[in-house]
């Protein structure tokens, strides 16, 4: 095995090429905003407890009981949207592209690389530190 097959780097890799096949999404949601009935497309979020068959969250959660009771923060109440209502506007030419969202995206996404494109680096000199070749 190589040192380069290790879990955490091959996560880290497929994380890095996520977020470069996201911002090429965003890129073409923004070079679309002017087209008419275009609708704006992103990926699925990267989780990899799907990967590696492990959980996450294994705790159940608190559960509502009474229609009295408040939902604890995070989890939506009964018949509610949990993530609330989309605010983006739709022009009368049917496109959806909303550029201060897709702006928002391509600055978390860029950090998001960024991170792991550091932590990829960090690892690679924690591994030469060890194996004697800093």
């Known amino acids: ?9 091959g996560m880290l890799r497929t994380r890095m090429q996520w977020a470069q096949a996201r911002q090429g999404l965003i890129a ?3 070079a679309n905003a002017d087209m008419p009935g275009f609708k704006p497309r992103d990926l699925a979020e990267l989780r990899f407890d ?7 969250n294994t705790s159940p959660g608190l559960a509502l009981t009474s229609p009295a009771h408040l939902a604890p923060p995070g989890q939506s109440e009964a018949g509610a949207d949990a ?16 550029l201060e ?20 680096q960090h690892s690679l000199t924690t591994l030469k530190i060890a194996i004697g070749k800093s």
């Not at 095995?1 to 780097?9: E, F, G, I, R, S």
């Not at 799907?50 to 996450?56: I, M, N, Q």
């Not at 950090?111 to 494109?117: H, I, N, V």
């Open 28 to 30: 073409e949601n923004v």
């Open 1 to 9: 095995m190589a040192l380069t097959d290790l879990p955490v780097l």
């Open 101 to 120: 969202d897709e702006m928002m995206k391509a600055g978390d996404n860029q950090s998001d690389y960024q991170l792991a494109a550091s932590l990829y």
């Open 50 to 56: 799907r990967a590696t068959g492990t959980a996450v």
């Open 83 to 98: 993530k609330g209502a989309k605010r983006f506007e739709i022009r009368p030419n049917g496109n959806a592209v909303n």
